[in-house]
Nanobody, 124 residues
Framework: QLQLVESGGGLVQPGGSLRLSCVAS????????IGWFRQAPGKEREGVSC??????DYADSVKGRFTISRDNAKNTVYLQMNSLKPEDTAIYYC???????????????????WGQGTQVTVSS
């Protein structure tokens, strides 16, 4: 069974940085897309970034500030978040669709394995 565990969230001042980690177990990342999503209070869950073996995708709101990467040897996906803004405050989740899917943030319903989330708060 696919299991995903996020870590790395916390409180940071505007303009600061955080790196989130998503550790996968029960499967090899080699064949899976991993996506990062976030949900702020009172808002719908939205796609942030995703990565496959050959491509990445980013939401317009984070392009140029966030970078997704993967270390297949560690079965881990990272989300480096720079120049953080208060509007980035949310619970961040990593998720995976079934194997051999494309990295497409718009297809959120394809993602059927989810981690428990990690809180990111950007505030002075």
């Amino acid at each position: 069974q696919l299991q995903l565990v996020e870590s790395g969230g916390g409180l940071v001042q505007p303009g600061g940085s955080l790196r989130l980690s998503c550790v996968a177990s029960g499967f090899s990342l080699d064949y899976y897309v991993i996506g990062w999503f976030r949900q702020a209070p009172g808002k719908e869950r939205e796609g942030v970034s995703c990565i496959s073996s050959s491509s990445t995708d980013y939401a317009d709101s984070v392009k140029g500030r966030f970078t997704i990467s993967r270390d297949n040897a560690k079965n881990t996906v990272y989300l480096q978040m720079n120049s953080l803004k208060p509007e980035d405050t949310a619970i961040y989740y990593c998720a995976a669709p079934p194997a051999f899917r494309l990295c497409e943030l718009s297809r959120i319903t394809d993602f059927d394995s989810w981690g428990q989330g990690t809180q990111v708060t950007v505030s002075s």
